[in-house]
Protein backbone atom coordinates (compact mmCIF):
# COMPACT_ATOMS: atom_id res chain seq x y z
CA UNK A 1 0.00 0.00 0.00
CA UNK A 2 0.73 3.59 -0.77
CA UNK A 3 0.81 6.10 1.96
CA UNK A 4 0.93 9.61 2.40
CA UNK A 5 4.09 9.62 4.66
CA UNK A 6 6.20 11.52 2.32
CA UNK A 7 7.30 15.27 3.08
CA UNK A 8 6.13 16.77 0.16
CA UNK A 9 2.11 16.63 -0.50
CA UNK A 10 1.01 17.13 -3.96
CA UNK A 11 -2.41 18.28 -4.82
CA UNK A 12 -4.07 18.00 -8.24
CA UNK A 13 -6.64 21.07 -8.76
CA UNK A 14 -9.09 21.17 -11.45
CA UNK A 15 -9.82 24.29 -12.77
CA UNK A 16 -7.04 26.06 -11.06
CA UNK A 17 -5.83 29.04 -13.12
CA UNK A 18 -8.90 31.45 -12.51
CA UNK A 19 -11.53 32.19 -9.90
CA UNK A 20 -12.45 30.03 -6.95
CA UNK A 21 -10.09 27.39 -8.24
CA UNK A 22 -6.80 29.88 -8.60
CA UNK A 23 -8.00 30.84 -4.79
CA UNK A 24 -8.27 27.47 -3.86
CA UNK A 25 -4.66 26.38 -5.45
CA UNK A 26 -2.85 29.14 -3.43
CA UNK A 27 -4.57 28.41 -0.68
CA UNK A 28 -3.41 25.02 -1.18
CA UNK A 29 0.25 26.07 -1.63
CA UNK A 30 0.27 28.16 1.71
CA UNK A 31 -0.58 25.05 3.11
CA UNK A 32 2.67 23.75 2.31
CA UNK A 33 1.33 21.94 -0.80
CA UNK A 34 2.40 20.87 -3.98
CA UNK A 35 0.04 21.97 -7.00
CA UNK A 36 -0.60 20.21 -10.27
CA UNK A 37 -3.24 22.55 -11.74
CA UNK A 38 -5.65 22.25 -14.79
CA UNK A 39 -6.82 24.74 -17.26
CA UNK A 40 -8.95 24.74 -20.16
CA UNK A 41 -7.58 27.71 -22.70
CA UNK A 42 -6.01 30.22 -21.19
CA UNK A 43 -2.39 28.89 -20.52
CA UNK A 44 -1.23 32.74 -19.72
CA UNK A 45 -3.55 33.00 -16.51
CA UNK A 46 -2.35 29.28 -15.80
CA UNK A 47 1.07 29.95 -16.11
CA UNK A 48 0.56 33.39 -13.69
CA UNK A 49 -1.11 30.96 -10.65
CA UNK A 50 2.20 28.83 -11.06
CA UNK A 51 4.59 31.41 -10.64
CA UNK A 52 2.41 32.91 -7.70
CA UNK A 53 2.70 29.43 -6.09
CA UNK A 54 6.79 29.48 -7.01
CA UNK A 55 6.74 32.71 -5.12
CA UNK A 56 5.38 31.01 -2.22
CA UNK A 57 7.83 28.72 -2.08
CA UNK A 58 6.15 25.92 -3.29
CA UNK A 59 6.29 23.87 -7.11
CA UNK A 60 3.22 23.68 -9.34
CA UNK A 61 2.67 22.71 -13.12
CA UNK A 62 -0.21 23.65 -15.01
CA UNK A 63 -1.48 21.25 -17.83
CA UNK A 64 -4.84 21.88 -20.05
CA UNK A 65 -7.64 19.71 -19.70
CA UNK A 66 -11.49 19.84 -20.48
CA UNK A 67 -13.44 18.51 -18.46
CA UNK A 68 -16.61 18.05 -20.81
CA UNK A 69 -14.37 15.52 -22.48
CA UNK A 70 -13.90 12.05 -20.48
CA UNK A 71 -12.57 10.36 -23.42
CA UNK A 72 -9.43 12.65 -22.78
CA UNK A 73 -8.91 11.45 -19.05
CA UNK A 74 -6.76 8.77 -19.37
CA UNK A 75 -4.16 10.59 -21.60
CA UNK A 76 -4.97 13.37 -18.76
CA UNK A 77 -3.81 10.47 -16.34
CA UNK A 78 -0.88 9.62 -18.23
CA UNK A 79 0.68 12.99 -17.78
CA UNK A 80 -0.07 12.95 -13.94
CA UNK A 81 1.69 10.04 -13.46
CA UNK A 82 4.47 11.41 -16.47
CA UNK A 83 4.93 14.52 -14.17
CA UNK A 84 4.54 12.76 -10.93
CA UNK A 85 7.57 10.60 -11.80
CA UNK A 86 9.90 13.60 -13.53
CA UNK A 87 9.22 16.71 -10.92
CA UNK A 88 8.54 14.67 -7.69
CA UNK A 89 10.04 11.25 -8.35
CA UNK A 90 6.66 9.98 -7.05
CA UNK A 91 3.90 7.71 -8.22
CA UNK A 92 1.06 9.08 -6.03
CA UNK A 93 -0.53 12.49 -5.57
CA UNK A 94 -2.10 12.96 -2.14
CA UNK A 95 -5.51 15.31 -2.55
CA UNK A 96 -7.78 16.01 -5.57
CA UNK A 97 -9.81 18.83 -5.39
CA UNK A 98 -12.93 18.77 -8.31
CA UNK A 99 -13.40 22.28 -8.69
CA UNK A 100 -13.32 23.20 -12.80
CA UNK A 101 -16.54 24.47 -14.24
CA UNK A 102 -18.99 26.56 -15.90
CA UNK A 103 -22.52 27.65 -15.02
CA UNK A 104 -25.72 28.11 -17.33
CA UNK A 105 -28.95 30.67 -16.61
CA UNK A 106 -32.02 29.61 -18.12
CA UNK A 107 -35.40 28.76 -16.70
CA UNK A 108 -36.45 25.12 -16.95
CA UNK A 109 -38.84 26.07 -20.10
CA UNK A 110 -36.00 27.54 -21.71
CA UNK A 111 -33.21 25.17 -20.71
CA UNK A 112 -31.70 23.53 -24.20
CA UNK A 113 -30.90 19.80 -24.17
CA UNK A 114 -27.33 21.05 -25.08
CA UNK A 115 -27.35 23.09 -21.94
CA UNK A 116 -28.48 20.14 -20.06
CA UNK A 117 -26.22 18.18 -21.42
CA UNK A 118 -23.20 20.23 -21.06
CA UNK A 119 -24.19 20.72 -17.56
CA UNK A 120 -24.23 16.46 -16.86
CA UNK A 121 -20.67 16.41 -18.80
CA UNK A 122 -18.96 19.23 -16.73
CA UNK A 123 -20.33 18.45 -13.36
CA UNK A 124 -21.52 15.30 -12.59
CA UNK A 125 -20.08 12.84 -15.81
CA UNK A 126 -16.29 14.69 -15.46
CA UNK A 127 -16.22 14.41 -11.72
CA UNK A 128 -17.31 10.52 -11.61
CA UNK A 129 -14.63 9.50 -14.81
CA UNK A 130 -11.92 11.78 -14.11
CA UNK A 131 -11.77 11.14 -10.19
CA UNK A 132 -12.10 7.18 -11.02
CA UNK A 133 -9.59 7.52 -13.63
CA UNK A 134 -6.84 9.47 -11.37
CA UNK A 135 -7.28 6.64 -8.94
CA UNK A 136 -4.33 4.83 -8.75
CA UNK A 137 -2.88 7.77 -8.29
CA UNK A 138 -4.06 9.08 -5.29
CA UNK A 139 -2.45 8.21 -2.20
CA UNK A 140 -4.08 5.51 0.30
CA UNK A 141 -4.57 8.21 3.50
CA UNK A 142 -5.27 11.21 1.13
CA UNK A 143 -8.08 13.67 0.48
CA UNK A 144 -10.51 14.31 -2.57
CA UNK A 145 -12.59 18.11 -1.87
CA UNK A 146 -15.73 18.25 -4.57
CA UNK A 147 -16.97 21.52 -5.10
CA UNK A 148 -20.88 22.29 -4.66
CA UNK A 149 -22.78 25.12 -4.43
CA UNK A 150 -25.28 26.76 -2.30
CA UNK A 151 -28.08 26.05 -5.14
CA UNK A 152 -28.57 22.67 -4.17
CA UNK A 153 -30.10 23.57 -0.50
CA UNK A 154 -31.90 26.48 -2.03
CA UNK A 155 -33.67 27.02 -5.00
CA UNK A 156 -33.21 30.44 -7.46
CA UNK A 157 -35.18 30.78 -10.56
CA UNK A 158 -32.65 29.60 -13.63
CA UNK A 159 -30.52 27.25 -11.54
CA UNK A 160 -32.13 24.21 -12.28
CA UNK A 161 -29.99 22.45 -14.72
CA UNK A 162 -26.74 23.57 -12.60
CA UNK A 163 -28.29 23.14 -9.38
CA UNK A 164 -29.52 19.47 -10.11
CA UNK A 165 -25.74 18.10 -11.23
CA UNK A 166 -24.78 19.70 -7.64
CA UNK A 167 -27.35 17.89 -5.80
CA UNK A 168 -25.71 15.13 -7.89
CA UNK A 169 -22.22 15.76 -6.80
CA UNK A 170 -23.28 15.90 -2.98
CA UNK A 171 -24.80 12.33 -3.59
CA UNK A 172 -21.81 11.08 -5.21
CA UNK A 173 -19.07 12.24 -2.66
CA UNK A 174 -21.19 10.16 0.32
CA UNK A 175 -20.60 7.08 -2.13
CA UNK A 176 -16.76 7.93 -2.90
CA UNK A 177 -16.37 8.61 0.95
CA UNK A 178 -17.97 4.69 1.58
CA UNK A 179 -15.87 2.86 -1.16
CA UNK A 180 -12.90 4.78 -0.50
CA UNK A 181 -12.68 4.78 3.26
CA UNK A 182 -10.69 1.28 3.12
CA UNK A 183 -8.24 2.61 1.44
CA UNK A 184 -8.17 5.74 4.41
CA UNK A 185 -9.06 8.43 1.55
CA UNK A 186 -11.39 10.95 3.49
CA UNK A 187 -13.95 12.60 0.77
CA UNK A 188 -15.95 15.68 1.42
CA UNK A 189 -18.02 18.70 -0.66
CA UNK A 190 -17.48 22.04 0.05
CA UNK A 191 -20.57 24.55 -1.47
CA UNK A 192 -20.06 27.84 -1.51
CA UNK A 193 -22.66 30.65 -1.57
CA UNK A 194 -22.80 33.48 -4.57
CA UNK A 195 -19.60 34.91 -4.83
CA UNK A 196 -17.82 37.56 -6.75
CA UNK A 197 -16.11 36.21 -9.71
CA UNK A 198 -16.11 35.88 -12.99
CA UNK A 199 -18.22 32.71 -12.82
CA UNK A 200 -21.72 33.02 -14.51
CA UNK A 201 -20.66 36.49 -16.79
CA UNK A 202 -19.71 38.11 -13.20
CA UNK A 203 -22.89 38.69 -12.57
CA UNK A 204 -22.61 38.47 -8.72
CA UNK A 205 -19.83 40.72 -8.82
CA UNK A 206 -20.67 43.38 -11.23
CA UNK A 207 -24.48 43.56 -11.06
CA UNK A 208 -24.87 45.77 -7.83
CA UNK A 209 -28.73 45.03 -7.83
CA UNK A 210 -28.30 41.32 -7.66
CA UNK A 211 -24.81 42.02 -5.35
CA UNK A 212 -26.90 44.00 -2.68
CA UNK A 213 -29.90 41.67 -2.72
CA UNK A 214 -27.19 38.84 -2.07
CA UNK A 215 -25.84 40.51 0.34
CA UNK A 216 -29.50 41.40 1.88
CA UNK A 217 -30.24 37.71 2.42
CA UNK A 218 -26.43 37.13 4.07
CA UNK A 219 -26.44 36.48 7.86
CA UNK A 220 -22.94 37.77 7.55
CA UNK A 221 -24.94 41.30 5.21
CA UNK A 222 -22.12 40.98 2.42
CA UNK A 223 -21.34 38.72 -0.59
CA UNK A 224 -18.73 36.14 -0.64
CA UNK A 225 -15.13 36.63 -2.20
CA UNK A 226 -12.97 33.97 -3.57
CA UNK A 227 -10.56 34.22 -0.33
CA UNK A 228 -13.76 33.31 1.94
CA UNK A 229 -13.26 29.92 -0.04
CA UNK A 230 -9.95 29.02 -0.96
CA UNK A 231 -8.87 28.45 2.95
CA UNK A 232 -12.15 26.04 3.35
CA UNK A 233 -11.03 23.94 0.87
CA UNK A 234 -7.47 23.90 1.67
CA UNK A 235 -8.20 23.35 5.49
CA UNK A 236 -9.66 19.84 4.11
CA UNK A 237 -6.62 18.97 3.21
CA UNK A 238 -4.44 19.59 6.68
CA UNK A 239 -4.53 16.80 9.31
CA UNK A 240 -6.48 19.20 11.66
CA UNK A 241 -9.46 17.96 9.86
CA UNK A 242 -8.60 14.50 8.79
CA UNK A 243 -11.75 13.04 10.73
CA UNK A 244 -14.28 14.75 8.66
CA UNK A 245 -15.13 12.82 6.26
CA UNK A 246 -18.85 12.37 3.75
CA UNK A 247 -19.96 15.76 4.70
CA UNK A 248 -21.39 18.81 2.88
CA UNK A 249 -20.01 21.94 4.26
CA UNK A 250 -21.32 24.85 2.64
CA UNK A 251 -19.23 28.17 2.94
CA UNK A 252 -22.11 30.58 2.33
CA UNK A 253 -22.10 33.63 5.12
CA UNK A 254 -25.18 32.48 6.22
CA UNK A 255 -27.69 32.60 3.02
CA UNK A 256 -31.42 32.10 3.08
CA UNK A 257 -31.69 30.71 6.82
Known amino acids: ?32 IDVILTYRSRKDEADTVVAEIAALGRRAVALPLDVSRSAGFTDFAVQVKGILASQWQREHFDYLLNNAGTGVHAGIAETTEAQFDEMVNIHLKGVFFLTQKLL ?17 RFALPGYAAYAAMKGGIEVLTRYMAKELGARGIAVNVVAPGAIETDFGGGAVRDNAQL ?3 VASQTALGRVGVPDDIGG ?9 LRWVNAQRIEASGGMFL
Not at 2 to 13: D, G, H, P, W
Not at 136 to 152: E, K, M, Q
Open 1 to 32: MNTTTQETRIAVVTGGSRGLGRNAALAIANKG
Open 136 to 152: PLIADGGRIVNVSSGLA
Open 211 to 213: NAF
Open 232 to 240: VIASLFTPD
